[in-house]
């Protein structure tokens, strides 16, 4: 079955940096359109960004310019690299699967002032 498990999220200061990763299982990454998505508390999941499989990739107005998504398919893994983070980034973070709308457990991410 198809298996994606997001990791690498946590508490950091603002304009601090992490990297998020989804490894998937199930699916090639490379193949698919996959996405990160966010929800903060009391709010709607909302879109990141985004990375095709020919690998175009977009984001939310919110965050151009400070992450960027990457894959890596011989790990089979997609990541969110998220600098110069700021308190409103905090929520939690989910891997997405496009095509068949697969999704992840999330990771937690906590920007602190």
């Known amino acids: 079955q198809v298996q994606l498990v997001e990791s690498g999220g946590g508490l950091v200061q603002a304009g601090g940096s992490l990297r998020l990763s989804c490894a998937a299982s199930?699916?090639?990454?490379?193949?698919?359109?996959m996405g990160w998505y966010r929800q903060a508390l009391g709010k709607q999941r909302e879109l990141v960004s985004i990375?095709?499989?020919?690998?175009?990739?977009n984001y939310a107005e919110s965050v151009k310019g400070r992450f960027t998504i990457s894959r890596d398919n011989a790990k089979n893994t997609v990541y969110l690299q998220m600098n110069s983070l700021k308190p409103e980034d905090t929520g939690v973070y989910y891997c997405?699967?496009?095509?068949?709308?697969?999704w992840g457990q999330g990771t937690q991410v906590t920007v602190s002032s």
């Open positions: 997405h699967e496009l095509a068949y709308d697969y």
């Open positions: 199930g699916i090639i990454v490379s193949r698919n359109a």
């Open positions: 990375i095709t499989s020919g690998g175009s990739t």
